[in-house]
């Protein structure tokens, strides 16, 4: 990387407990056990109060799993394909509990609590993938399976009665399931329709665009590349700006009775 060229700054901001805005520069990569050919930087956990892990993931060609993640009792795993190095026909390799599909750019897989998943990057392409972790609240009666789609072949619907507004859901919302991977797109002077505070966290990823968001009492400036973690309760409500959609793959908690 070499010597910096100016003033050591940066846009990041944590604020334990509230949120964080973490953009790209300033990343450290991480070493995960078992994953062989992945460059990851884990941007949410509990260290700063989320309640479940997420990570951005350069994967090499021959890059794999050399062990299940996520197989321990009761976590449940998800991993999205954002994009490749170069504009191609790449495909991931993910197997769960037994059934193996190749995912195309855009693809996504969803593993139930304690089944896991192996992911392989065979395509000869480098590529980026998204990862997500938590801990599967058990309801009697209900239970989730597994899930496979592309973002590409969502419908995306109105958001909230506002045109300019869309909303994709990637995974079923019966009971079973107590979170889920959404995407919100905004076009240009879209917002949301009002300010929320509400008991669900997020954690998202800009695909797209650029816009001010209102988190807690601060008014930050987020774009393509930046990760954002949404504390519960923390004000949360966004104004696209610049010339193309903001838009944003996030991870949603719901379906569940807070236990105390």
């Given amino acids: 990387m070499g010597y910096p060229k100016g003033n050591l700054v940066s846009r990041a901001i944590v604020k334990p407990g509230v949120y964080a805005v973490i953009p790209p520069e300033g990343r450290v990569i991480n070493v995960l056990p078992y994953f062989e050919g992945f460059s990851t930087t884990i941007l949410a956990s509990p260290k700063y109060g989320a309640s479940f892990v997420f990570y951005v993931s350069c994967v090499d060609v021959g890059a794999r799993t ?3 993640w996520c197989k321990e009792e009761e976590i449940e795993s ?5 994009d490749e190095e170069e504009p191609g026909e790449g495909e991931l390799t993910v197997s769960i509990g037994g059934e193996e599909k190749t995912l195309s750019q855009g693809g996504y897989a969803y593993a139930p609590p304690g089944v896991g998943m192996d992911i392989c990057n065979e395509s000869g392409r480098k590529m980026r993938v998204l990862l997500y972790k938590q801990r599967y609240h058990r309801i ?3 239970e ?6 592309n973002m590409n072949e969502v419908e995306e619907k109105i958001y909230d009665g506002m045109e300019n507004v869309f909303v994709q859901e990637l995974l079923p919302t019966d009971m079973g399931f107590d979170m889920n ?11 949301h329709p009002f300010v929320e505070t ?3 966290e997020h954690g998202a990823y800009v695909l797209s665009g650029q816009g001010v968001y209102m988190l807690d009492e601060d008014y930050v400036q987020v774009q393509k590349e ?7 309760y923390a004000k949360q409500a966004v104004y696209a700006t610049g010339r193309e959609r903001l838009k944003y793959i996030y991870s949603k908690d719901f379906n569940r009775d807070p236990k105390i």
């Fill in 144 to 149: 989730a399976r597994t899930v496979w789609g």
């Fill in 66 to 68: 050399a062990k299940t």
């Fill in 198 to 200: 509400h008991v669900q």
């Fill in 140 to 142: 009697e009666g209900y």
């Fill in 226 to 232: 930046d990760f954002i973690w949404f504390g519960p």
């Fill in 181 to 191: 991977f959404l995407t919100l797109s905004f076009e240009p002077a879209g917002s």
């Fill in 78 to 82: 998800f991993v999205y394909f954002m």
